[in-house]
Antibody, heavy 119, light 111 residues
Framework: VQLVQSGGEVRKPGESLKISCQGS????????FGWVRQVPGKGLEWMAI????????RYSPSFEGHVSMSVDWSTYTAYLQWSSLTPSDTAMYFC?????????????WGQGTLVTVSS | QSALTQPRSLSGSPGQSVTISCSGS?????????VSWYQHHPGEAPTLIIY???KRPSGVPDRFSGSKSGNTASLTISGLQAADEADYYC???????????FGSGTEVTVL
């Protein structure tokens, strides 16, 4: 199993951004994608999970309405998207996958994408 | 949804044991036997080392063990090794609509 995330990004406040996470080595429809944020010097925060089969999703209240998720079945790629970044979005973002069973943990993780938002 | 409470840091000498606590509530740790633990070496991807409170994924040494009592889960690392120096995070299932809550993280130092 491999999750390969897109490279680091630098954006200005107010700009949009889409980062990606491409999965391989597993059955795409048996796992949900999750996204986890780590602000520099801080801990891991769960952001959201997404079922690529039916687009069912759950968001942490801290992130709902500020980010959105999508998938591209043709490339086994999940996306996390912002329409308007703020400096507080500066962080490392990890994608991860968990089995399509309620309460499952995140078994596999990507290497992370560093997002820097600065004017 | 507040983070689960972990000690900020712990240390031990090689060969010793350390136990990391993870304090939650009756809405998460206390309600579900779905506590997991992740080891995170800075700059790398986190790795799952314990799930469902006590289970170890394939390849994780049995030096790592988990337990739970009431609203508090624990991770014990026995026979500390230099490679165990990392950040450790607990994570609990917290229900259908807000599925996950992570702990605040514990930095383990091997002296």
């Amino acid at each position: 199993v491999q999750l390969v995330q897109s490279g680091g990004e630098v954006r200005k406040p107010g700009e949009s951004l889409k980062i990606s996470c491409q999965g391989s080595g597993y059955s795409f429809n048996n796992y949900w994608f999750g996204w986890v944020r780590q602000v520099p010097g801080k801990g891991l925060e769960w952001m959201a999970i997404f079922n690529p089969v039916d687009s069912d999703s759950r968001y942490s209240p801290s992130f709902e309405g500020h980010v959105s998720m999508s998938v591209d079945w043709s490339t086994y790629t999940a996306y996390l998207q912002w329409s308007s970044l703020t400096p507080s979005d500066t962080a490392m973002y990890f994608c991860a996958i968990r089995p399509a069973v309620t309460a499952s943990p995140f078994h596999f993780w990507g290497q992370g994408t560093l997002v820097t938002v600065s004017s | 949804q507040s983070a689960l409470t972990q000690p900020r840091s712990l240390s031990g000498s090689p060969g010793q044991s350390v136990t990391i606590s993870c304090s939650g509530s009756s809405n998460d740790v206390g309600r579900y036997n779905s506590v997991s633990w992740y080891q995170h070496h800075p700059g790398e991807a986190p790795t799952l080392i314990i799930y469902d409170v006590t289970k170890r994924p394939s390849g994780v040494p049995d030096r790592f063990s988990g337990s739970k009592s009431g609203n508090t889960a624990s991770l014990t690392i026995s026979g500390l090794q230099a490679a165990d120096e990392a950040d450790y995070y607990c994570c609990s299932y917290a229900g259908t609509y807000l599925p996950y809550v992570f702990g605040s993280g514990t930095e383990v130092t091997v002296l």
